[in-house]
């Protein structure tokens, strides 16, 4: 059984939509973290969260501790989004990571 | 933005070689991570390591691995007689005390 959760696994969109990203997970953990993962390999970390909401650019994220779920949103979304996508928790000082979602965006 | 440097980039070794991956965390920060990423899997934690031990590890960190601060500075992964599964992506991190994770390129490591 996976600790984290992600939907949907694949992801096409056109330039411009608006985009959602969930995230589950079933322990108890002292934050969240949303990371993108380009084709290379390269792993940025995109945000951390331990509550509320986060926003940078037209990344946004947000988390409900009492409901287990996060959110990642990509307002306005361009082909340079493409990538991988990758919830994070940390319980304690151990990660467990998603499977990731792979997004496409179609110019 | 600050930094986590892995070298090398990419490292191949004969199987039953030893290897050892180099990071340099970002300078004040106090938590240090390893994980991997077989082609076309997830990413799996390896080893975390605070105040210069172990902190927690993974069931994939076995005898064969083994992580030191050797100056301070650097923070390595040692893996011993390299198995062909060992090929993968290895990633590096670091954190403050209540900051996000920042983490490096990755090494890609091949084993022939």
């Known amino acids: 059984k996976n600790e984290v959760e992600q939907s949907p696994q694949n992801l096409t969109a056109q330039e411009g939509e608006f985009i959602t990203i969930n995230c589950s997970y079933s322990?108890?953990?002292?934050?969240l973290h949303w990371l993108q993962q380009h084709p290379g390999g390269g792993i940025v970390s995109l945000f951390m969260?331990?509550?509320g909401k986060k926003k940078h650019g037209r990344l946004i994220a947000t988390i409900n501790i009492q409901e287990k779920h996060s959110s990642l949103h990509i307002t306005a979304s361009h082909p340079r989004d493409s990538a991988v996508y990758i919830c994070?928790?940390?319980?304690?000082?151990?990660?467990?990571f998603g499977t990731g979602t792979s997004l496409t965006v179609i110019p | 933005e600050p930094e986590v440097t892995q070298t090398p980039s990419h490292q191949v070794t004969q199987m039953g070689q030893e290897v050892i991956l180099r990071c340099v965390p970002i300078?004040?920060?106090?938590?240090f991570y390893w994980y991997r990423q077989i082609l076309g899997q997830k990413v799996e934690f390896l080893v975390s390591?605070?105040?210069?031990?172990?902190?927690?590890k993974s069931e994939i960190f076995d005898d064969q691995f083994s992580v030191e601060r050797p100056d301070g500075s650097n923070f390595t992964l040692k893996i011993r007689s390299t198995k062909l599964e060992d090929s993968a992506m290895y990633f590096c991190?670091?954190?403050?005390?209540?900051?996000?994770?920042?983490f490096g390129q990755g090494t890609r490591l091949t084993v022939v």
């Open positions: 300078s004040n920060h106090l938590y």
């Open positions: 322990v108890g953990i002292s934050a």
């Open positions: 991190a670091s954190r403050g005390d209540r900051g996000k994770g920042f």
């Open positions: 969260l331990s509550s």
């Open positions: 994070a928790v940390r319980t304690g000082n151990q990660f467990y």
């Open positions: 390591f605070y105040n210069n031990e172990i902190s927690e």
